[in-house]
């Protein structure tokens, strides 16, 4: 069955021309801040001005999801967790990292109700633990979290939800703790408790990549070079003009108000959030510690065999 899966995917990227439809994709956009220099790119036409013809950033609901989508349609660029990539290139899809788009996991945080009687994550064993579908970089975040703490992950009910579905399952009892992304974060407030920090136990971490087809690579580097270069640019301005930045991405992101926006996005700029490309190695070492401790990877893991760094932008 997986050889079939995988024989479509790839059938779907030999069969990828300049006439397909100009997308990429990036999991949960409008929804998460990683969305914001991708809505730069939109709001300022830097893909035009760059001289490529992506128009528009397509969602889905996980890493693994992303790179199915894809490689399944679109221009083969994803920016995508670097779990899912990195387990879809041991099952064989065609695929490399040419860069990162995150250096740490500063917008990622467990949270209860500020009146939960939870206190840690010891608290919620037995009980049920809000996460994202398996593959996602939130859901090894989550194990990561839970044996950091020496908490098996069989020991609680891990409960997929989806962004908004996260906040809401708290609300309602659901679960008894949930992953809480920012700008929601800066939007509810004194309304949550945060219980767990992921950047508390991996303060360098790569936590989104950016991918291409091996195809995108070897038939179209020019526009491979320029797609990298856009994101460059659109980091610069987010981190130069984070104020301007909030209000160019407001009408994109989803169910927020500017300045909760510009309160995540100031949080996001201090904490050096985003990547303009680069791989950096303390970030790189914090996500094989990460994989290593959820299983995705073994000790000796050769991060260069998945890493084409020639279109990085200079």
Not at 297 to 306: A, H, P, T, V
Request: aromatic fraction near 6%; proline fraction near 5%.
């Amino acid at each position: 069955m997986m050889r079939r899966v995988l024989a479509v995917l790839c059938a779907a990227v030999l069969g990828y021309s300049s006439a397909a439809a100009a997308e990429i994709h990036l999991s949960h956009f409008g929804q998460v801040m990683v969305s914001v220099p991708w809505i730069i790119a939109l709001e300022q036409d830097l893909f035009r001005k760059n001289g490529v013809d992506v128009t528009d950033v397509i969602t889905s609901q996980g890493g693994g999801t992303t790179l199915r989508n894809m490689l399944a349609g679109g221009v083969p660029f994803a920016d995508a967790a670097i779990g899912a990539t990195v387990t879809g290139f041991a099952a064989g899809l065609p695929i490399r990292i040419v860069g990162t788009s995150t250096t740490n996991a500063a917008d990622n945080d467990w949270a209860v109700l500020a009146d939960s009687p939870v206190k840690s994550l010891r608290d919620v064993v037995g009980g049920k633990f809000g996460t994202t579908t398996p593959g996602g970089l939130t859901r090894v975040y989550g194990e990561m979290l839970l044996r950091h703490h020496g908490i098996d992950p069989a020991q609680v009910t891990q409960v997929p939800l989806g962004v908004g579905a996260a906040v809401a399952a708290l609300n309602s009892g659901a679960v008894d703790t949930a992953y809480m992304y920012e700008p929601l974060q800066s939007k509810y407030g004194s309304k949550y408790r945060v219980i767990a920090k992921v950047s508390d136990v991996l303060p360098h971490v790569v936590s989104n990549v950016l991918v291409a087809s091996q195809d995108l690579i070897e038939k179209e580097p020019d526009k491979l070079r320029a797609i990298m270069r856009v994101h460059k640019q659109a980091v610069d301005f987010v981190y130069a003009h984070p104020k301007e930045a909030a209000q160019q991405s407001l009408p994109r992101m989803v169910n927020i108000d500017l300045p909760s926006l510009e309160r995540a996005l100031d949080r996001m700029v201090e904490a050096k959030y985003y990547s303009d490309g680069n791989i950096d190695p303390e970030g790189l070492a914090g996500s094989r510690q990460l994989l290593i401790a959820t299983g995705e990877i073994k000790e000796g893991y050769d991060f260069e065999q998945i890493i084409d760094r020639r279109f990085i932008p200079k």
